[in-house]
């Protein structure tokens, strides 16, 4: 029985051969997944998955939402929220899920 860590999903299971032809089952963590982008799904570039990168600035960018958007959409973000406090646009014309990072950049 294996032990109960190893019961769990969060490791993957492989089945190795030994060199005297024994098959036994080796436990390795998962992979983690590339981080995307919370408007377009689309996988951010500039972040580590590491498991062994120290600190926030290593991990992601240092612009306003690294890790969240990815560059276009935060581009379009920055512009519509500009446009938003000049009074060219209203907040009712853009997308609810926009809507929630508008406010943000607004207020920040």
Same mark, same amino acid.
């Given at each position: 029985?294996?032990?109960?860590? $190893?019961?769990?999903? #969060?490791?993957?299971?492989? +089945?190795?051969?030994?060199?005297?032809?024994? %098959?036994?089952? $080796?436990?390795?963590?998962?992979?983690?997944?590339?981080? $995307?982008? =919370?408007?377009?799904?689309?996988?951010?570039?500039?972040?580590?998955?590491?498991?062994? =990168?120290?600190?926030?600035? !290593?991990?992601?960018? +240092? %612009?306003?939402?690294?890790?969240?958007?990815?560059?276009?959409?935060? #581009? %379009?973000?920055?512009?519509?929220?500009?446009?938003?406090?000049?009074?060219?646009?209203? !907040?009712?014309?853009? #997308?609810?899920?926009? %809507?929630?990072?508008?406010?943000?950049?607004?207020?920040?």
């Amino acid at each position: 029985m294996p032990k109960p860590m $190893h019961r769990s999903r #969060s490791f993957r299971r492989l +089945a190795r051969v030994t060199p005297k032809g024994r %098959r036994v089952i $080796h436990y390795e963590r998962k992979k983690g997944k590339l981080p $995307h982008c =919370a408007l377009c799904r689309k996988e951010l570039n500039g972040i580590s998955i590491k498991r062994n =990168a120290k600190g926030r600035t !290593l991990k992601s960018n +240092a %612009r306003i939402f690294s890790g969240v958007l990815c560059a276009a959409c935060a #581009s %379009r973000i920055i512009t519509v929220a500009s446009r938003i406090e000049n009074g060219e646009m209203k !907040l009712n014309d853009i #997308s609810i899920n926009q %809507r929630t990072y508008v406010l943000q950049m607004i207020s920040h």
